[in-house]
Nanobody, 117 residues
Framework: QVQLVESGGGLVQAGGSLRLSCAASGSIFGINAMSWYRQAPGKQRELVAV???????NYVDSVKGRFTISRDNAYNTVYLQMNSLKPEDTAVYYC???????????WGQGTQVTVSS
């Protein structure tokens, strides 16, 4: 079964950048969709960005033009490049793998991103 570990979170000032990484224990090649979610205190978890096995990407409106999701199948890693960060981006960010094969579904443990004003 795939296991996911996020890294790259931290504290950054508004306008700054961070790159999150999601390393998979197994191959992510062919996994239907790899995504980043986030959950802010007192709020529901929301989908931030998704990338399909074919490389199609989609983003929540609030991050379009600022965040970029990518996947490196050779290194079994998914990235989220976050630029022009805003205080409202503060949240715990989670990596997710989704696929019709239940053995290819997983959540990471999350990484905290804090953006100060």
């Amino acid at each position: 079964q795939v296991q996911l570990v996020e890294s790259g979170g931290g504290l950054v000032q508004a306008g700054g950048s961070l790159r999150l990484s999601c390393a998979a224990s197994g191959s992510i090649f062919g996994i239907n969709a790899m995504s980043w979610y986030r959950q802010a205190p007192g709020k529901q978890r929301e989908l931030v960005a998704v990338i399909t096995s074919g490389g199609t990407t989609n983003y929540v409106d609030s991050v379009k033009g600022r965040f970029t999701i990518s996947r490196d199948n050779a290194y079994n890693t998914v990235y989220l490049q976050m630029n022009s960060l805003k205080p409202e981006d503060t949240a715990v960010y989670y990596c997710n793998a989704d696929d019709p094969d239940v053995n290819k579904r997983a959540w990471g443990q999350g990484t905290q991103v804090t953006v100060s004003s």
